[in-house]
């Protein structure tokens, strides 16, 4: 008995740290947010790159990745160095698109903390480019990147539309980080 005892004590901390993976994550949250139709999910074949969903609207589209990079320990603070690390990562990522020639003409407009009110701040940057390849090119977009941690877990948002509307997808943008951020809080994941 108290071998049986030792292995549950032992084991029960893991159960604990596993939690729901980001498929399961990105299932539970709203199929709508924000007036943002949720479009299918992708997971990913490495399990530390978990899965993305895509959520559009006209003219805006909102990528939410959900992964871990095989880290146990991520935490919700900004100041996490992995979630540093992810965000310094994606800005990478879009500047190294720019150079191959993916886009053209990047411009950075900031990058820093963003506050979406009490409980809602993101590491976010924002950029303008334009399009080289695909039925959009020529067109001149904004791209931001807004980066958190919610249940163990990186929350990666690549978010892209038109600046025709910039004003008004600024505003579907203000109300979909809290009620994103919200609903993962609401939801599973990693304990």
């Not at 893991?14 to 993976?21: I, K, R, T, V, W």
């Not at 990528?63 to 310094?88: K, M």
């Not at 807004?146 to 877990?153: D, E, I, L, P, S």
């Not at 038109?162 to 109300?175: G, R």
Request: hydrophobic fraction near 40%; charge should be negative.
């Amino acid at each position: 008995m108290r071998l049986l005892t030792l292995i549950f004590l032992t084991l029960w901390p893991l159960c604990l740290l596993a939690g729901d993976p980001p498929e399961v994550i990105l299932k539970a949250l709203p199929e709508k947010i924000a007036g943002c139709q949720r479009d299918d999910i992708h997971p990913y074949d490495k399990v530390e790159l978990g899965a993305s969903a895509a959520y559009k609207t006209v003219g805006l589209l909102v990528t939410v990745y959900i992964y871990d990079l095989g880290h146990q320990n991520i935490g919700e603070a900004l100041s996490d160095p992995i979630l540093r690390e992810a965000f310094e990562s994606a800005q990478s990522e879009l500047k190294e698109a720019d150079h191959s020639g993916f886009y053209t003409g990047l411009e950075e407009r900031d990058s820093g903390t963003a506050n979406f009110g009490p409980g809602h701040q993101v590491l976010r940057a924002r950029y303008r480019l334009t399009r080289v390849k695909g039925e959009n090119a020529g067109q001149r977009f904004f791209s931001e990147i807004h980066v958190f941690g919610a249940k163990g877990n990186i929350v990666k948002l690549r978010i892209s539309g038109s600046l025709a509307n910039e004003t008004e997808h600024a505003k579907t943008i203000e109300q979909f980080i809290p009620a994103l951020m919200d609903s993962l809080q609401a939801g599973g994941g990693k304990k």
